[in-house]
């Protein structure tokens, strides 16, 4: 999900009926931006749903969890269209959603059927959620993803 405008379009597609797209069994997974301020009541929509989709034999879902890389487009659209602003309107409130997120997400009973993918390149947002993830038992429940460059190189298989 790159823009605001296609947030209710992408879940809405990824939450469809699996029955008739007959993808209930894969894994999937979404991307979702801390920087919008929709992006809770959306984490929790797909809590929920992933929920319902495990009680009926489906897989848990992964949802990729990053702060946000479209905010200078998001401005231009804004402006461009003479729209509200869609992000939060500051890096610190865009931060505290982040960790809100996080300590949502990283609760036993929301994660158990999520994976969730932290992603970023700031080390103390990957150590609180370590930390926050330790302490609420849940560690084999969290992928930490950083950009190609920032973590360990790739191993390349000859």
Known sequence: MEEYKDLDLTIQVFTSDPRKTGIQ???AGI???AY???????????QEWSTRRVATGGAP???RLVKGANLPMEKVDAEIHGWPLATWGSKEETDAQYKRILDFALDPEHIKNIRLGVAGHNLFDIGYAWLLAGKNDVRGHIDFEML???GHPPRLRR
């Open 25 to 27: 069994k894969p894994t």
């Open 61 to 63: 879902i992964k949802v």
């Open 36 to 46: 919008l301020p929709d992006f809770f009541p959306a984490m929790k929509k797909l």
């Open 31 to 33: 991307v979702l931006q």
């Open 148 to 150: 190609l460059g920032m």
